[in-house]
């Protein structure tokens, strides 16, 4: 070290390189301890340490300092504005029907992604330019402050508010742009710092494309046709023919890979109940309310329904004649269901049953999923899917097993689909006919019904279900 100090102490004298006094009227451009540093060994480091230092004595950062002066700083401003107020398009609200507002959102779903895309490139292009100059910090927490500004101006969930979800999506897209900008600033460096570095990550980065593209993309599709048990479908009509999708199967390609509650543990249900605790339950046996109490004001859509269950969730113990409980208690939660027997309907459709079925009829348990395709089910439901392949056309089983292969999924949400199952018929055309229960009411059996999705289902048709 001390022959380092000498080294550099002799270039000083000799003008090669500058060392400026400690007095008033300047500063240091670089000191003999900073140059012998452990970092400043190579020349390289010390000709880039004495460009910077000539760079902070003349001020040349200020000219890329949105802070430096009140006109770059109304810029600054302005930029940040107009993204806030293209993130705002996006938080329009749909204050018609639940189905109206299904069809409003995938009308104008393209809009919002746009709108939040400009928004979040904004912002990127804020804290990058910002990264660059001496006034990173001071850019950042102003950001920062606006980030928090944007969280909490709209934190609802709904149709009519939904902020909490833009905001994701807002957020989800500033983290991809900073990622691809990061990535290129990185490669540049890398460049420059060292070709040999450089062209062994191109080499590297190359492989594994194209192992990744060999592996994974090109045979994406190769179980796209099969059904159950690796059955194909009977293509002898060839105008209506089960085509593959062009190029890659990307649902295969990255199947899990954006599955945040199995990265982030809340598969688990346990944790899920540990972690996010009901209103006025804190016990491990959870009772449910009695929903046919309710006013059709409480269950006009999913939403309200949804929000009126968990309001009323409480302890068991409270509610000795719960129809449905949730029990933590073992490691496996369970559902508990108690239902109420209703002696006086029993009797009605034993009666109507002694008329009109001959023999002893099966109970019937009908499984409604919505619209999914047949690859998702496979990959979603790898159980059920073998258990149906082993009675797939096995005469061996009691069971009987069929399958559509061809499309009947007819609409892009639940509703229309639940109608056609249901009468047959779309919303607004079935007023003259009753729904399939009513076939099985009128043969005598006591129907039940039981979803996840909310009364909204049928409280706006003239038939009920039971």
Not at 18 to 31: A, H, K, N
Request: net charge neutral; aromatic share 14%.
């Amino acid at each position: 070290m001390s022959d380092d100090k000498e080294l550099i102490r002799r270039r000083v004298d000799n003008n090669e390189i500058e060392e400026l006094s400690e007095d008033d009227d300047s500063r240091p451009i670089i000191s003999v301890e900073e140059l012998t540093s452990p970092r400043m060994y190579s020349e390289k480091s010390m000709k880039r340490a004495q460009t910077k230092a000539e760079m902070k004595r003349d001020n040349r950062y200020q000219v890329f300092d949105p802070f430096s002066s009140r006109p770059k700083m109304l810029v600054f401003f302005a930029i940040v504005i107009i993204g806030d107020i293209l993130y705002m398009q996006t938080l329009e609200g749909c204050f018609l029907d639940v189905v109206s507002c299904i069809d409003w959102m995938n009308q104008n779903k393209k809009r919002f992604v746009v709108l939040s895309l400009q928004a979040a490139f904004l912002n990127t292009v804020l804290l990058w330019y910002s990264i660059l100059t001496e006034s990173h910090r001071k850019v950042i927490v102003a950001l920062g402050i606006n980030m928090l500004f944007l969280k909490y101006y709209d934190t609802g969930a709904d149709f009519k508010s939904h902020g909490g979800l833009n905001f994701a999506l807002f957020l989800i897209l500033l983290i991809v742009l900073n990622l691809i900008v990061l990535t290129v600033y990185a490669t540049i460096k890398l460049y420059l710092k060292s070709k040999k570095l450089f062209v062994l990550m191109i080499i590297g980065t190359s492989v594994a494309y194209g192992m990744f593209y060999t592996y994974s993309m090109v045979p994406s599709c190769n179980k796209w046709r099969y059904g159950l048990n690796q059955s194909l479908p009977l293509d002898s009509d060839p105008s209506c023919t089960v085509d593959p999708p062009d190029g890659y199967c990307w649902y295969d390609i990255g199947n899990g890979a954006f599955d945040l509650s199995k990265m982030l543990g809340y598969a688990d249900c346990a944790r899920v109940y540990q972690e996010v605790p009901y209103e006025g339950a804190s016990g491990k046996v959870l009772a449910f309310p009695r929903t046919e109490h309710f006013t059709r004001e409480q269950k006009k859509d999913q939403f309200t329904l949804q929000e009126e269950i968990l309001a009323k969730v409480t302890d068991a113990k409270n509610v000795p004649d719960a129809e449905i409980k949730l029990d933590y208690t073992d490691v496996e939660p369970h559902i508990i269901v108690d239902l109420q027997k209703n002696s006086t309907m029993v009797d009605e459709r034993t009666k109507v049953a002694k008329d009109n079925i001959k023999g002893k009829e099966p109970n019937v348990l009908v499984l409604w999923v919505d619209a999914v395709a047949r690859p998702h089910f496979m990959r979603m439901f790898p159980k059920t899917k073998a258990w149906l392949d082993e009675r797939y056309q096995n005469p061996e089983t009691p069971y009987s097993v069929y399958q559509f292969f061809k499309y009947h999924s007819l609409y892009s949400y639940t509703k229309p689909h639940f109608d056609k199952f249901i009468y047959g018929r779309q919303r607004g055309e079935f007023d003259d006919l009753g729904p399939i229960t009513e076939d099985f009411k009128k043969k005598g059996y006591v129907v039940g019904w039981s979803e996840n999705g909310g009364m909204w289902m049928y409280n706006n048709n003239k038939s009920r279900y039971f």
